[in-house]
């Protein structure tokens, strides 16, 4: 069965998710209600450095709340993507649209 980790640290300016596990269709529902409602309210650094799979709803769940972010006024970034994350990411050809960061620190 497919489990999706999500795990929630608060920054000074952000919240921190790191992922784990799957994130596909039959794991995403908690993971898009977390993302729409803080990027509402809040930057959001996601951290995909132990993501195992991603499916196109996982891909679009991420570029939504990357465009939600924009409208809000809050940024969106990524941290350390795993192999299977970037695959994915770069099999959609949406790689090059998103802010990648190696840690917190980064964050502009």
Request: aromatic share 12%; hydrophobic share 40%.
């Amino acid at each position: 069965m497919e489990q999706l980790g999500i795990t929630e640290k608060n920054g000074a300016n952000y919240i921190l998710y790191e992922i784990s596990g799957e994130l596909t269709t039959y794991t995403a529902i908690e993971f898009q209600e977390k993302m729409f409602e803080t990027i509402q309210h809040s930057n959001i650094i996601l951290d995909l450095s132990s993501l195992d799979a991603i499916d196109s709803v996982g891909v679009g769940i991420i570029m939504a709340t990357f465009n939600d972010g924009e409208e809000y006024g809050h940024k969106f970034y990524m941290m350390n993507p795993s192999p299977a994350a970037r695959q994915a990411l770069e099999d959609t050809g949406f790689y090059s649209t998103f802010e990648f960061i190696h840690s917190v620190t980064e964050m502009s």
